[in-house]
């Protein structure tokens, strides 16, 4: 081989020299920087989520809540039959208001000259705070000064799938991770034998259906799971009878964990390790869950508080009871979704019957909570997608009348993980159309979420796609009116 034969080839080797040496410096650089930012506290999620995903995190600063628990009302429950009594409404009940007044309203099926339909509840003020609740929900009036009371919620969407996906999730699109994938992404879990997001549902589920606790583009073991009150927890959580024994499923599963932490060296996949990370959490549910489930260790009053194995509040009960249950062993975020609360018709009968099925649970839960000095760190809310409109609509064939979407103004509230009780923030005129104080759009609220577990929202992100994610997407603000002092 000549000289200028072999020239190509030692250039190609001192080229690989370099890239090597270059590599490793850069690696070394990268090390000592990944360690430099861990002793300050300031490691990325993404980067500890990589090795393990549901290892515990430390948040940005020290935030109030440790845990949140989501009660989504899937439907739109209607304010003004609920939290938000507006007398106003009879002077004008039965009449169309002036189209001023609505021309600007988003509305799904009645029109802006339909009649204004005033409410049939009757509301008291409740503690020492005063708030009002409407006679349908006695139970959680009697926890008014625990609780936050929001006059002031707006959204974007008013349909149904969006409203939800733009509560859940920050956007309207498909695609997005839901607030309790963002959660655990930047709290990790704190529980070794159950999944760090758990979903828990009764009645009609979410029109958005498992969007609404998908991980989206963040790694998978992020995902809510969906459990069940009764029977197995999981569906196909445990073996079949009979075929494998638990030392023999440990030492497979230990040859699985061999050979895909292997080939995560080599790819640096994301996936491989929630895979590990799945596999091995399965392994400790199957003994985890039905523990979980059995009640028999609770006290008799506390079943009766809740109101479990009585009707129609079982289903809902048990899944508040779990959701406390949950929130003991370290779940991080748990979502109890309850449907269906949009009354288009049969406003009175279908609001009351959604009540009597939820309100002495919820009130259950917080007492329980507080009780067990639980509340102080974890932050409960109540939210649906949107509210419900001033005026009526009329389903024809019945005659029974209900109330449209209402995106611009409705309530919700909150309850611990720093939140102030015993406050309502916000505002809406005297018939419950437009707010009028302390606006607070669906990204403030997930940026005041993410404020009390301790996040800065604005820096909770993912790369995905060319550009950083978050769940505020672009917009949001922590609403400081809602935090304990």
Request: aromatic letters at 8%.
């Given at each position: 081989m000549t000289f200028l034969e072999a020239?190509?080839?030692q250039a190609a080797q001192d080229h690989g020299r370099r890239q090597f040496l270059g590599r490793a410096t850069w690696g070394l650089g990268a090390a000592a920087l990944g360690h430099l930012l861990r002793s300050e506290g300031r490691t990325a999620p993404e980067e500890l989520a990589r090795a393990d995903p549901l290892a515990p995190r430390p948040p940005h600063f020290p935030g109030s809540a440790t845990n949140v628990i989501f009660l989504l009302m899937s439907g739109g429950p209607s304010q003004l039959d609920l939290f938000s009594p507006k007398p106003e409404l009879q002077?004008?009940?039965?009449?169309?208001?002036?189209?001023?007044?609505?021309?600007?309203?988003?509305?799904?099926?009645?029109?802006?000259?339909s009649a204004v339909m005033?409410?049939?509840?009757?509301?008291?003020?409740?503690?020492?705070?005063?708030i009002q609740f409407s006679d349908f929900l006695p139970h959680i009036a009697s926890c008014a000064d625990d609780i936050c009371?929001?006059?002031?919620?707006?959204?974007?969407?008013?349909?149904?799938?969006?409203?939800?996906?733009?509560?859940m999730t920050g956007a309207t699109l498909l695609g997005r991770p839901s607030m309790g994938s963002w959660v655990v992404y930047g709290l990790g879990s704190e529980s070794q034998n159950l999944p760090g997001f758990i979903v828990l549902g009764?009645?009609?589920?979410?029109?958005?259906?498992?969007?609404?606790?998908?991980?989206?583009?963040?790694?998978?073991?992020?995902?809510?799971?969906?459990?069940?009150?009764?029977?197995?927890?999981?569906?196909?959580?445990?073996?079949?009878?009979?075929?494998?024994?638990?030392e023999l499923q440990r030492s497979r599963l230990d040859a699985i964990r061999w050979i895909n932490q292997k080939r995560h060296r080599v790819t640096g996949d994301d996936e491989i390790a929630s895979r590990i990370a799945s596999y091995e959490l399965a392994f400790h549910l199957q003994s985890a869950a039905p523990d979980l489930l059995d009640f028999s260790g609770e006290p008799k009053h506390i079943l009766e508080a809740y109101g479990v194995n009585q009707e129609p509040t079982h289903p809902y009960a048990v899944n508040c009871l779990l959701a406390r249950k949950m929130v003991e062993r370290?779940?991080?975020?748990?979502?109890?979704?309850?449907?269906?609360?949009?009354?288009?018709?049969?406003?009175?009968?279908?609001?009351?019957?959604?009540?009597?099925?939820?309100?002495?649970?919820?009130?259950?839960?917080?007492?329980?909570?507080?009780?067990?000095g639980l509340l102080d760190t974890t932050l409960v809310v109540w939210a649906g997608e949107f509210g419900r409109t001033p005026m009526g609509q009329i389903n024809r064939l019945d005659?029974?009348?209900?109330?449209?979407?209402?995106?611009?103004?409705?309530?919700?509230?909150?309850?611990?993980?720093?939140?102030?009780?015993?406050?309502?923030?916000?505002?809406?005129?005297?018939?419950?159309?437009?707010?009028?104080?302390?606006?607070?759009?669906?990204?403030d609220l997930q940026a005041t979420i993410l404020h009390c577990l301790g996040f800065d929202h604005e820096r909770l992100?993912?790369?995905?796609?060319?550009?950083?994610?978050?769940?505020?997407?672009?917009?949001?603000?922590v609403v400081r009116k809602l935090l304990r002092a």
């Amino acid at each position: 081989m000549t000289f200028l034969e072999a020239q190509p080839d030692q250039a190609a080797q001192d080229h690989g020299r370099r890239q090597f040496l270059g590599r490793a410096t850069w690696g070394l650089g990268a090390a000592a920087l990944g360690h430099l930012l861990r002793s300050e506290g300031r490691t990325a999620p993404e980067e500890l989520a990589r090795a393990d995903p549901l290892a515990p995190r430390p948040p940005h600063f020290p935030g109030s809540a440790t845990n949140v628990i989501f009660l989504l009302m899937s439907g739109g429950p209607s304010q003004l039959d609920l939290f938000s009594p507006k007398p106003e409404l009879q002077k004008w009940d039965g009449s169309a208001l002036p189209l001023s007044r609505t021309r600007n309203l988003k509305l799904a099926f009645v029109k802006p000259t339909s009649a204004v339909m005033a409410s049939p509840r009757t509301f008291r003020p409740y503690g020492e705070s005063g708030i009002q609740f409407s006679d349908f929900l006695p139970h959680i009036a009697s926890c008014a000064d625990d609780i936050c009371m929001v006059h002031s919620m707006h959204t974007d969407a008013f349909n149904h799938d969006p409203g939800e996906l733009l509560l859940m999730t920050g956007a309207t699109l498909l695609g997005r991770p839901s607030m309790g994938s963002w959660v655990v992404y930047g709290l990790g879990s704190e529980s070794q034998n159950l999944p760090g997001f758990i979903v828990l549902g009764s009645g009609k589920g979410p029109s958005s259906g498992s969007n609404a606790w998908s991980s989206g583009f963040l790694p998978s073991s992020l995902q809510g799971t969906r459990f069940r009150g009764s029977g197995e927890p999981v569906l196909y959580l445990s073996p079949p009878e009979g075929t494998m024994n638990r030392e023999l499923q440990r030492s497979r599963l230990d040859a699985i964990r061999w050979i895909n932490q292997k080939r995560h060296r080599v790819t640096g996949d994301d996936e491989i390790a929630s895979r590990i990370a799945s596999y091995e959490l399965a392994f400790h549910l199957q003994s985890a869950a039905p523990d979980l489930l059995d009640f028999s260790g609770e006290p008799k009053h506390i079943l009766e508080a809740y109101g479990v194995n009585q009707e129609p509040t079982h289903p809902y009960a048990v899944n508040c009871l779990l959701a406390r249950k949950m929130v003991e062993r370290g779940v991080r975020f748990v979502m109890l979704t309850h449907g269906d609360w949009d009354d288009h018709v049969k406003l009175d009968k279908q609001l009351a019957e959604n009540c009597r099925i939820t309100d002495q649970p919820v009130a259950a839960l917080i007492k329980d909570l507080k009780q067990r000095g639980l509340l102080d760190t974890t932050l409960v809310v109540w939210a649906g997608e949107f509210g419900r409109t001033p005026m009526g609509q009329i389903n024809r064939l019945d005659e029974a009348a209900g109330r449209d979407h209402h995106p611009n103004a409705f309530s919700i509230w909150l309850a611990g993980g720093g939140i102030q009780g015993g406050q309502i923030v916000g505002e809406t005129d005297e018939l419950g159309l437009e707010i009028v104080k302390d606006s607070i759009h669906v990204n403030d609220l997930q940026a005041t979420i993410l404020h009390c577990l301790g996040f800065d929202h604005e820096r909770l992100t993912y790369d995905h796609a060319g550009r950083n994610f978050r769940l505020t997407d672009v917009e949001g603000r922590v609403v400081r009116k809602l935090l304990r002092a």
